[in-house]
């Protein structure tokens, strides 16, 4: 069965530091992987997609994430946090013929100055 | 571009009343979804439809029903709403499987 999971319900981070987000997933075949954002009372806005090819994606805000098809990770990293980006994370998940994706529960990030 | 629109954005219904989550999307996007978020749980899909006139059970369909008579509009039906379904209720659209969703800003309902 298709699952999604992310292991860290809450991080803390200061601002300038280094982030990591971690996404494992279980799937069936060659996977779509997507990472979300969601800021508080705001739908979910696509940070970046990885399909295939480079596994190493750029997203926007100064993402981007790394497909390890040996681990079946793909967690997302920025080298420096900004105070903007405390929000919610979410892993998703798609396949070839499915119609659908499947999240993650997601990763809450706070900022601390 | 309005992209996508729900309303309301928030509700307050008791027990065994019912209603319609309104989803328009102007984007003329083939897939659409309803999906409810609760705390801890991530998203769990409760119906999507791939086009007009066809519609398809998602992971928690128990409770709903959906209709798709155009490519614009995809309302959520709940027909004898019960607490299990105060949830924060988010429609997207997309143009393809592998494309991007785009979703809207969530509807808030609380069933007491």
């Known amino acids: 069965a298709q699952s999604v999971t992310q292991p860290d319900i809450h991080i803390t981070v200061s601002e300038g530091a280094s982030l990591e987000l971690r996404c494992n997933y279980s799937?069936?075949?060659?996977?779509?992987l997507f990472w979300y954002v969601q800021s508080p009372g705001q739908g979910l806005q696509l940070l970046l997609k990885y399909f295939s090819g480079d596994t190493l994606v750029q997203g926007i805000k100064g993402f981007e994430a790394e497909f390890k098809r040996s681990q079946s990770s793909f967690n997302l990293r920025k080298p420096s946090v900004h105070w903007s980006d405390a929000a919610e994370y979410f892993c998703a998940v798609g396949q070839t013929g499915a119609n659908n994706l499947f999240f993650g529960t997601g990763t809450r990030l706070t900022v601390i100055p | 571009n309005a992209g996508v629109t729900q309303t309301p954005k928030f509700r307050i219904l008791k027990i065994g009343q019912s209603m319609t989550l309104q989803c328009a999307q102007d984007?003329?996007?083939?897939?659409m979804y309803w999906y409810r978020q609760d705390p801890g749980m991530g998203l769990k899909l409760i119906y999507y439809s791939v086009g007009a006139g066809i519609t398809d059970k998602g992971e928690v369909p128990n409770g709903y029903n959906v209709s798709r008579s155009t490519t614009e509009d995809f309302p959520l039906r709940l027909e004898l709403a019960a607490p299990s379904q105060t949830s924060v209720y988010f429609c997207?659209?997309?143009?393809?499987?592998?494309?991007?969703?785009?979703f809207g800003s969530g509807t808030q309902l609380s069933v007491l």
């Open positions: 997207a659209s997309r143009t393809g499987l592998v494309e991007k969703l785009f």
């Open positions: 984007m003329n996007h083939n897939y």
């Open positions: 799937y069936g075949a060659t996977p779509y």
